[in-house]
């Protein structure tokens, strides 16, 4: 439970588009959410976009428009499509999932990240 593997990623030229893909393994029947998150040099880890079972969906502002979240529940993959590209979204970018086994537990796990640069 709660391994992630991410592919996507690497280089893209300003207005362009990248896709992140990430699979989790081992039991997945307690997932709440899966999602990504970034972290660019010197800064904070910030979330970019979440999908919840229910289909709620939330957007970092600076990226609606621009980025889309997909899931596949039943294969429990997580998919990032992101259109549009700025140099500013330059990071290293995580897959998240919350696990709910149970009404009183949450768990998080994470990828290990996969570089995105945006340079022309």
């Known amino acids: 439970q709660g391994q992630l593997a991410e592919v996507g990623g690497g280089l893209a030229q300003p207005g362009g588009s990248l896709t992140l893909s990430c699979a989790a393994s081992g039991s997945s029947f307690s997932i709440y959410s899966m999602g990504w998150h970034r972290q660019a040099p010197g800064q904070r880890r910030e979330s970019v976009a979440t999908?919840?079972?229910?289909?709620?969906?939330h957007h970092l502002d600076s990226v609606k428009g621009r980025f889309n979240i997909n899931r596949d529940k039943p294969e429990a993959m997580v998919f990032l499509q992101m259109n549009d590209l700025r140099p500013d979204y330059t990071a290293v970018y995580f897959c998240?999932?919350?696990?709910?086994?149970?009404?009183?537990?949450?768990?998080?796990?994470w990828g290990q990240g996969t570089q995105v640069t945006v340079s022309s």
């Open positions: 998240h999932a919350r696990y709910v086994p149970d009404w009183s537990t949450e768990r998080d796990y």
């Open positions: 999908m919840t079972n229910g289909d709620y969906i």
